[in-house]
């Protein structure tokens, strides 16, 4: 099984939106998954629960991926709770984790097959993303930046810079996650964009977001 997790201590960066969406594109290119929200805000959490009750007919399986809490005191249990879900037939568990460096998130990293660091191209998100970084790379995991919520004004360079300035620290995901209504909206069905709007531009960026991921974490399985 293999355990990618969202992580950055920059809060609204996009962890828990690019995790249901990672989650469902993966779904339907036949992982079977199972998604859990270590951020005791619970966004993730009641995502599932919307899910839960949509319309059939929006979402014809409400009850996968299964999306589950996992709480702060259990944290020493995690390696086991994963080899659980993997026992169970599990090959993808996707983990989302609070915007802060606390003992939960750091379990969660060191339990990984492969780490996405979501940030916004803006200089406050860069300066901000290096404690994140020294984190990672104290656990030893292979990680990627997903760089999200870049401008869809043609021509604005706020993206290449930022990638630019990143590419000294870490790998860069593929392709740029653009600011797009779909993800925003796809969230509040209980949907992944790839199941909201499938002929989207949101959802071919999540489709080759995961392509790209599920190519990386391969390798390091
Ligand atoms: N690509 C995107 N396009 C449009 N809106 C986005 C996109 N990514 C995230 N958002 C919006 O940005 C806000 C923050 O996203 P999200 O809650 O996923 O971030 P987070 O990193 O999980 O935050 P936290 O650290 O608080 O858990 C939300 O309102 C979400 O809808
Ligand atoms: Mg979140």
Redesign the pocket.
């Known amino acids: 099984m293999r355990t990618i997790t969202l992580v950055t201590q920059k809060?609204?960066?996009?962890?828990?939106?690019l995790a249901t969406s990672l989650a469902i594109a993966a779904q339907q290119a036949g992982e079977t998954v199972a998604a859990f929200d270590l951020?005791p805000?619970g966004?993730l959490v009641e995502w599932g629960r919307m899910r839960r009750k949509a319309e059939p007919s929006a979402v014809p399986q409400p009850h996968l991926p299964v999306v589950e809490r996992f709480p702060p005191d259990r944290v020493g249990q995690m390696r086991k709770m994963l080899d659980s879900v993997a026992g169970k037939g599990v090959t993808l568990a996707i983990l989302d984790t609070?915007?802060a460096d606390n003992p939960t998130t750091r379990a969660a990293m060191d339990a990984s097959t492969y780490c996405l660091v979501?940030i916004r191209p803006t200089r406050l998100d860069l300066l901000a993303v290096r404690a994140t970084v020294q984190a990672i790379m104290h656990s030893g995991k292979p990680f990627a930046f997903v760089l999200?919520?870049c401008s869809t004004i043609p021509r604005n360079s706020r993206a290449n810079d930022t990638a630019t300035g990143l590419a000294s620290i870490g790998f860069m995901a593929e392709p740029l996650?653009?600011?797009?209504n779909d993800?925003?909206d796809a969230?509040a069905a209980g949907q992944g964009v790839t199941e909201y709007a499938p002929d989207g531009k949101a959802a071919e960026e999540v489709r080759q977001l995961w392509k790209w991921v599920s190519t990386q974490s391969e390798t390091k399985v």
């Open positions: 809060g609204g960066a996009g962890k828990t939106t951020d805000q966004s609070a915007g979501p999200n919520q996650i653009l600011l797009r993800y925003q969230f």
